[in-house]
């Protein structure tokens, strides 16, 4: 991913969260090296992920299928990508999901996240706030 992919991935972001990531997020990941991803054909960007590492740990931050292409592996295709990356740095990937993401929490589970922990109204919701659940996944 790059500065001039923004555009294109700002406008899958706005679709597919209730309370998605401004770009200034994606520009200070850019900025501060974190590893930015995008899955592209010739023609669009069907999938990114923003992963950090540091000290043994590291947290995968985002993690988008273009709502077009969902439902079709991409997003386990990128999620295993995104294990080697992590592989190659750190003992443990760590990620937080909302509670209601019944979709991303069965794929992290199906691909060997454990439940760690809850952070209680980590989220901004429709109503409220909403609690978020700590996965952990062991890179050995
Ligand atoms: C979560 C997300 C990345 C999954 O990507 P995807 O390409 O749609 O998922 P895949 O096709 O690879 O499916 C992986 C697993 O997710 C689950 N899943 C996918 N679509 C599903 C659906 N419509 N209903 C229920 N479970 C579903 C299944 O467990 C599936 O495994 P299976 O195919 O063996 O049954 C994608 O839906 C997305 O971008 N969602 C919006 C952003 C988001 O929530 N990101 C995660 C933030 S933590």
Same mark, same amino acid.
């Given at each position: ?23 200034? @997020? ?18 669009? @960007? ?34 295993r990508s995104v294990i080697l990356q992590a592989r190659e740095k750190a003992d443990t990937l760590f990620l937080e999901v909302r509670a209601s993401n019944q979709i991303a929490r069965q794929l992290y589970e199906s691909e060997g996240f454990n439940e760690i922990g ?23």
């Amino acid at each position: 991913m790059s500065e001039a992919d923004l555009t294109s991935v700002m406008a899958i972001e706005e679709r597919i969260y209730s309370h998605p990531w401004s770009r200034m @997020i994606f520009s200070d990941c850019l900025d501060t090296g974190y590893d930015c991803r995008i899955y592209e054909t010739e023609q669009e @960007i069907m999938a990114y992920s923003v992963m950090s590492s540091a000290v043994g740990e590291a947290h995968l931050l985002n993690l988008a299928v273009h709502p077009l292409h969902q439902g079709k592996g991409l997003g386990r295709f990128v999620l295993r990508s995104v294990i080697l990356q992590a592989r190659e740095k750190a003992d443990t990937l760590f990620l937080e999901v909302r509670a209601s993401n019944q979709i991303a929490r069965q794929l992290y589970e199906s691909e060997g996240f454990n439940e760690i922990g809850q952070r209680f109204d980590y989220y901004p919701a429709e109503n409220g706030r909403e609690d978020a659940l700590v996965f952990a996944r062991p890179l050995l």
